[in-house]
């Protein structure tokens, strides 16, 4: 068990419709990563913060945002949901100086 | 911009065989680390080495061996005597020594699919 609690496990949902990620890192780690995995795109890396801050940027969609809120805990909007999007998100936390840790992700499948 | 390379897809061993997977990487940066991971059949993905660009030193963890040569922009990890367990999906990540803040901002390679047959 990594320590990051990612929930739900699944997600299954219609084209154009709206979910929530949610992410809680390992006590004490103050960084968040978001990645998305698929089969064509393999594991990207969509966007970090860092204390409540956005710190990085990857590949992440404008119909993607994420936030992290004072309690560090995560989440990944994505809206405007299409088949592409089908995919195993991932989030990770990292202390400072350490690497990170990833959790169990969530399989989102769009119908 | 950086990359990192598994030009193995699959490898297929059967118990007790060594086994090594390859993984090479381009980036400009003149510090960085390296990381394997290992992928399940479960599907979280586990940390299994960080090794700085600094430290050229192969490693050792029981089964599990790291060959580091930053002349050929090579980090690959060798299986011995693999076991059934072993079999997974691993990846080889890159990332820039930018700062304790950033280290897993991961550039990911391909992935090999490992199966060991008992």
């Known amino acids: 068990d990594s320590g990051v609690t990612q929930t739900p496990k699944h997600l299954i949902t219609a084209t154009g419709q709206r979910v929530t990620l949610r992410c809680s890192p390992r006590s004490g780690d103050l960084s968040v990563y978001w990645y998305q995995q698929s089969l064509d795109q393999g594991l990207q890396f969509l966007i970090q913060y860092y204390n409540g801050e956005e710190r990085a940027k990857g590949n992440i969609l404008e119909r993607f945002s994420a936030q992290q809120f004072p309690d560090l805990h995560s989440e990944l909007n994505l809206s405007s949901l299409e088949l592409g999007d089908s995919a195993l998100y991932f989030c990770?936390?990292?202390?400072?100086?350490?690497?990170?840790?990833f959790g169990q992700g969530t399989r989102l499948t769009v119908v | 911009a950086q990359k990192v390379t598994q030009a193995q897809t699959e490898i297929s061993v059967v118990e007790k065989e060594d086994v090594t997977l390859d993984c090479v990487y381009e980036?400009?940066?003149?510090?960085?680390?390296l990381f394997w991971y290992k992928q399940p059949p479960s599907g979280e993905l586990v940390f299994l080495i960080r090794r700085n660009s600094f430290d050229e030193q192969n490693e050792i963890s029981g089964r599990y061996s790291w060959n580091f040569q930053k002349s050929t922009s090579s980090f690959n990890f060798t299986i011995t005597a693999s076991q059934v367990v072993d079999s997974a999906v691993y990846f080889c990540a890159l990332t820039p020594n930018a700062g304790g803040t950033s280290y897993g901002k991961l550039t990911f390679g391909q992935g090999t699919i490992l199966t060991v047959h008992p």
């Open positions: 980036t400009r940066d003149t510090t960085y680390y």
């Open positions: 990770a936390s990292s202390a400072f100086g350490g690497e990170a840790f």
